[in-house]
């Protein structure tokens, strides 16, 4: 049986982290949320995570009219 170390535990839960933050800014940015609204500290990963997940679920400006 393979048993994980403790800093591998550490990182499993760190990736369940980042999986929620970036749930939490997709939602966020399909609600139409402000940016700014990021619950997560400049420096945190998360917050990283958050503003990804934010950006990807934004329409994209509508370019026709150009």
Do not use: K, Q
Not at 49 to 61: D, E, Q, S, T
């Amino acid at each position: 049986m393979i048993s994980r170390t403790d800093s591998e535990g550490a990182a499993v839960g760190s990736r369940g982290e980042l999986a929620r933050a970036i749930n939490a800014g997709a939602e966020a940015g399909r609600n139409g949320d402000p940016v700014t609204s990021c619950p997560f500290p400049a420096g945190d990963l998360r917050r990283s995570a958050w503003v990804r997940g934010y950006a990807g679920a934004r329409p994209l400006p509508d370019e026709s009219d150009d």
